[in-house]
C-alpha cells in the first residue's frame, strides 16, 4: 500500500495531499529512511513523521482497502512515540 494513503486511510493526517506535502519535504521516514508519497508501506514498519514541532512514530500493524471509521483505527497502527521538539535547540 502506498504510503500516503496509509497514512490517510489510518487517520494519522487529515488529507491525503497533507501527506504527500509531508513526504515531499523530507518530513516523514519509514524504517529510518526518507519517503516518497509512493513508497510502499508493510506490516511491521515504522512510520516517522514530523507535523510541525510534533515528530512521532507509528508501527503499522496491518493494511487496510479503504479508509476505516474512527473506533477500528487502532487495529493499523499504533503509536511507538510522540515527542515535542524545542525550536531553540539549534541555536
Same mark, same amino acid.
Do not use: S
Given at each position: $500500500? &502506498?504510503?500516503d494513503k496509509f497514512l490517510k486511510y489510518s487517520g494519522i493526517v487529515k488529507r491525503r495531499t497533507l501527506?504527500?506535502?509531508l513526504c515531499d519535504g523530507g518530513l516523514c521516514a519509514i524504517n529510518g529512511q526518507k519517503a516518497k508519497p509512493s513508497a510502499?508501506?508493510?506490516?511491521g514498519d515504522i512510520i516517522r513523521l514530523q507535523i510541525? $514541532?510534533? &515528530?512521532s512514530e507509528y508501527e503499522v500493524l496491518q493494511l $487496510?482497502?479503504?479508509?476505516v471509521r474512527k473506533a477500528e483505527r487502532d487495529q493499523y497502527s499504533r503509536r511507538v512515540s510522540s515527542e515535542r521538539l524545542d525550536p531553540l535547540a539549534d541555536i
Open positions: $500500500m &502506498r504510503l501527506a504527500k506535502r510502499d508501506v508493510e506490516p510541525g $514541532m510534533q &515528530r $487496510m482497502t479503504h479508509e
